[in-house]
């Protein structure tokens, strides 16, 4: 079982900085194995992909967060971050940790595992 905790969401004017956090609750043996993400969704509109992060490391972005945001994870302490940075008002939205052993479910943005959320809100 695998039980995802956001935090570090909050309210921050355009050009601010917010830093993310996931607790994730597992057994270790489990932790090694996870593909990990962090996805959003903004009111009225569909869940869309942030950035993803493979058990070696490895990262991919959306083109609105290259350059921008930061994903990192520290296996040590059993925590996925997102570092977002230079914050626009269209980042405003619910932003989910999510996880799963299978790349290509992660990739096709349906992992097993979800977070309940930490909202973001950028005033412009």
């Known amino acids: 079982q695998v039980r995802l905790v956001e935090s570090g969401g909050g309210s921050v004017q355009a050009g601010g900085s917010l830093r993310l956090s996931c607790a994730i609750y597992t057994d270790t043996e489990y932790l090694v194995n996870l593909y990990m993400g962090w996805f959003r969704q903004a009111p009225g509109k569909e869940r869309e992909e942030v950035a993803i992060i493979d058990y070696d490391d490895g990262t991919r972005y959306a083109r609105f967060a290259q350059d921008r945001f930061t994903i990192s994870r520290d296996s040590a302490e059993s925590t996925l971050f ?3 940075n230079s914050l626009k008002y ?3 939205a619910m932003y989910y940790c999510a996880a ?4 290509e479910s992660i990739l096709h943005g349906r992992p097993r595992h ?3 959320g930490t909202q973001v809100t950028v005033s412009s």
């Open 82 to 84: 997102l570092q977002m």
């Open 90 to 92: 269209e980042d405003t």
């Open 100 to 103: 799963d052993t299978h790349r």
């Open 114 to 116: 979800w977070g309940q």
